[in-house]
Each structure stands twice: as structure tokens, then as C-alpha cells.
């Protein structure tokens, strides 16, 4: 099965800095990636699919890029509220796997 | 407006079973594939099963082939996931999900909770 990997599996970070998560693939998934947010005791959020789609109504500080086996999101001006863990899913084929998630904190 | 109202979580002993059953509404549920996803306490989300639109295709994680089952009643908008042999390792919240494209989670439930323990 691929396997996917994300760093840094949490990072610090102050509200207005740009930060960018990485999500590496064991081997290439095209463009089939797809990013969620999730907040402690809910389910996780669609913010990007498609490597690069922005979902409905997710803000455009978010943006996600790459193909093949590496791709990033990055969160340009962080906000308060994209405190969070942050995880990369391989779609389209099963089994589709997350990435273990990096847990954005305050600074 | 979207909703995906999960049931079925409870205690179970290991070796047992329990069924999950996830109620869709606002939105026309034959035309999606759906998908299971659980999350172990404390842990990262892990894909478990997912199934066309059609019923016709059903996959799952090599954990759980041959003890769980995927499948769905178009015409009662709902989606099921039957659990048996369970283990200790099973214990989670298990979500229900829509797919958007290609596997895109867009939607999903509140999720339940399945515990396994003697």
C-alpha cells in the first residue's frame, strides 16, 4: 500500500506567519491528494483537493500544491482560528490513506 | 442543507459485532459514492470503506477485509457498515462521509463511537 508521510508533525507558529506543511507520497499519486483540518472533537474539514482545488467556502489564505509523491499546504497569514491539525489523504484509489497530520500550535 | 447522522456505537466485547448505520439527507444520496472513516483515540483519521453510488463496488483497508461489510439502501438514504470479529484495535469513532470527487471527503457526520473491550 502507499504510504504517506507529513512534516513536521507539528510546528509553532504566530498569528500573520505564512506556514506550509509538506505530505510526501511512497509512490506517485498524480494528482489525487486531498488536505482537511480538523479541531479537537470534530470531524475533519475538506480544504483542498485535487492537490490544488480550493473547497466551497474555505478562505483563499489556504492553497495546496504539487504532484507526483511530494505536495505542501500552505496557510499564508495564519489566523486564529487555523490553530488545528492539519491532514493529507491519498484519494481515488483504496485504500486512501491520511498522513499521520501536523499539528499547527500558537507560538 | 447536508446531513450525515450516524448510529449504532456502543460496547461491544471482543469477537463480537455491531452494526453502523449513517442516515444521509439534503442531498440526492444514489448519486454518491460513500465512505467510512474512523479515528482511534487520539490517533489520525484511517480510511476503512467505501462504496459507488450503485452498491455495485465496494472496497476496504486490509485490516478490516473479511470481518466488515460496506453497504447502502439507496431508497432509505442510507448508508451501513455491518462489524464483526471485533478487536480491541477497532475501538474508535467511525464517521460516515460523501465523497465530493475522486474521494474528496466533503461532508461528514458527527460520527459514533464504537468501543471493544472485555
Known amino acids: 500500500d502507499i504510504q504517506m508521510t507529513q512534516s513536521p508533525s507539528s510546528l509553532a507558529a504566530s498569528v500573520g506567519d505564512r506556514v506550509t506543511i509538506s505530505c510526501r507520497a511512497s509512490?506517485?499519486?498524480?494528482?489525487?491528494l486531498t488536505w482537511y483540518q480538523q479541531k479537537p472533537g470534530k470531524a475533519p474539514k475538506l480544504l483542498i483537493y485535487?492537490?490544488?482545488t480550493l473547497a466551497s467556502g474555505v478562505p483563499s489564505r489556504f492553497s495546496g500544491s504539487g504532484s507526483g509523491t511530494d505536495f505542501a499546504l500552505t496557510i499564508t497569514s495564519l489566523q486564529p482560528e487555523d490553530f488545528a491539525v492539519y491532514y493529507c489523504?491519498?484519494?481515488?484509489?483504496?485504500?486512501?490513506?491520511f498522513g499521520q497530520g501536523t499539528k499547527v500550535e500558537i507560538k | 442543507e447536508v446531513q450525515l447522522v450516524e448510529s449504532g456505537g456502543g460496547l461491544v466485547q471482543p469477537g463480537g459485532s455491531l452494526r453502523l448505520s449513517c442516515a444521509a439527507s439534503g442531498f440526492t444520496f444514489s448519486h454518491y459514492w460513500m465512505t467510512w472513516v474512523r479515528q482511534a483515540p487520539g490517533k489520525g483519521p484511517e480510511w476503512v470503506a467505501n462504496i459507488k453510488h450503485d452498491g455495485t463496488d465496494t472496497y476496504y483497508v486490509d485490516s478490516v477485509r473479511g470481518r466488515f461489510t460496506i453497504s447502502r439502501a439507496n431508497a432509505e438514504n442510507s448508508l451501513f457498515l455491518e462489524m464483526s470479529s471485533l478487536r480491541v484495535e477497532d475501538t474508535a469513532v467511525y464517521y460516515c462521509?460523501?465523497?465530493?470527487?475522486?474521494?474528496?471527503?466533503?461532508?461528514w457526520g458527527q460520527g459514533t463511537l464504537v468501543t471493544v473491550s472485555s
Open positions: 509512490q506517485n499519486i498524480g494528482s489525487y
Open positions: 485535487a492537490a490544488s
Open positions: 462521509a460523501r465523497d465530493l470527487i475522486h474521494g474528496a471527503l466533503q461532508y
Open positions: 489523504q491519498r484519494s481515488f484509489d483504496a485504500p486512501q490513506t
